[in-house]
């Protein structure tokens, strides 16, 4: 049993790695297996197929991703501090991403919703729930900064939306320049999100 | 001559629809000729690669999408509702497309660019030109709406970026939830990013 466990795992390791460099449609199974060192056969023992891999793989990316988002958004510091840390911590990552593979690989959860959403129903279901969880967790902290007057924004939800949209819309610039810079106007463009000065402007529609 | 040009025409179509339904790495030459009805050898009588498809593909997406960018941020509206019409515009045409086809197909360029960036150089270096064109067209906008007391971000290619930034990630969540409503959003984190706040904003790093 050590040893199928650890052939699970490889394969889990290997397959995060070509999803995020070469995204999904274009691996096979023989691919994930080859890079991997393991047999096809023990793929299956593990995995009904690329689709069930790829949950799985997402599951896991999501829960190193939660745990760090949960450790920056329930910190001690004021609200605004927290959410500008999340901004700052998303570009180091990208930046770290390319230190070590030589090009920025962007969010695994944007990549997949643009290359698959149309296509794998049980893929675009994860993709959504994730995304709503990040959503959920921006929230709550956009609702502490307009308590304590920090965001004058009428609609945290609408707002978190709106920050976690320039957050992937922002990743997509990064990967296609292959700068992490680009993240740097993050927490800039989240900041006046947050003032959300539309809602007292009288621009008529 | 005729029929080779109505030949090149349908695998442009064809490989246009196929793209925007499937991505890029799913795709192979023969499927892209059988939907077109064309036979292999017209293909490569067009086109040396996929890759130059590709490309072909995405020019004249881009000369439609442009000419209707210009055409909206070029009239003799105020600036800052000719901002606002792209972003309607933007929802609209994502809502048609559903309409069309069922689904929401999102912004090719974005697909593109979070597919397949890290791995086709040429098709990396057309979309960052296209995503800078629309930078500049939205740049030369907020500069006017700047001029005229509309807009407050001392930053207008910043801010430029992350309006466009704003719409791919809007973009990719009606993708994601197959719902052009998402984007519904857009415009007024536009206005919010245009007022850009934290020019004046004093909360230290």
């Given at each position: 049993m050590g040893r199928t466990s650890d052939a699970e795992s490889k394969i889990l390791t290997a397959a995060h790695s070509l999803f995020e460099q070469r995204?999904?449609?274009?691996?096979?199974v023989a691919e994930i297996c080859k890079a991997a060192g393991v047999p096809r056969g023990s793929f299956y023992y593990f995995f009904d197929s690329k689709e069930s891999l790829a949950l799985a793989v997402i599951d896991q990316h999501w829960a190193a991703e939660r745990s760090e988002w949960e450790r920056i958004l329930g910190g001690e510091a004021e609200p605004l501090r927290r959410l500008r840390h999340l901004c700052e911590a998303t570009e180091a990552e990208q930046r770290a991403g390319q230190d070590h593979?030589?090009?920025?690989?962007?969010c695994m959860f944007g990549n997949l919703s643009l290359e698959m959403s149309n296509q794998a129903a049980a893929l675009r279901e994860r993709l959504q729930e994730i995304f709503e969880a990040q959503v959920d967790m921006v929230e709550a902290v956009v609702i502490e900064a307009r308590d304590r007057g920090d965001a004058t924004t009428p609609d945290a939800r609408g707002t978190a939306r709106s920050m976690v949209a320039q957050l992937e819309g922002l990743v997509l610039f990064a990967k296609l320049y292959n700068d992490p810079s680009r993240l740097s106007t993050l927490w800039p463009s989240c900041r006046a999100l947050l003032a959300d000065p539309a809602f007292e402007d009288s621009l008529a529609a």
């Amino acid at each position: 049993m050590g040893r199928t466990s650890d052939a699970e795992s490889k394969i889990l390791t290997a397959a995060h790695s070509l999803f995020e460099q070469r995204g999904y449609s274009a691996l096979g199974v023989a691919e994930i297996c080859k890079a991997a060192g393991v047999p096809r056969g023990s793929f299956y023992y593990f995995f009904d197929s690329k689709e069930s891999l790829a949950l799985a793989v997402i599951d896991q990316h999501w829960a190193a991703e939660r745990s760090e988002w949960e450790r920056i958004l329930g910190g001690e510091a004021e609200p605004l501090r927290r959410l500008r840390h999340l901004c700052e911590a998303t570009e180091a990552e990208q930046r770290a991403g390319q230190d070590h593979c030589g090009t920025v690989l962007g969010c695994m959860f944007g990549n997949l919703s643009l290359e698959m959403s149309n296509q794998a129903a049980a893929l675009r279901e994860r993709l959504q729930e994730i995304f709503e969880a990040q959503v959920d967790m921006v929230e709550a902290v956009v609702i502490e900064a307009r308590d304590r007057g920090d965001a004058t924004t009428p609609d945290a939800r609408g707002t978190a939306r709106s920050m976690v949209a320039q957050l992937e819309g922002l990743v997509l610039f990064a990967k296609l320049y292959n700068d992490p810079s680009r993240l740097s106007t993050l927490w800039p463009s989240c900041r006046a999100l947050l003032a959300d000065p539309a809602f007292e402007d009288s621009l008529a529609a």
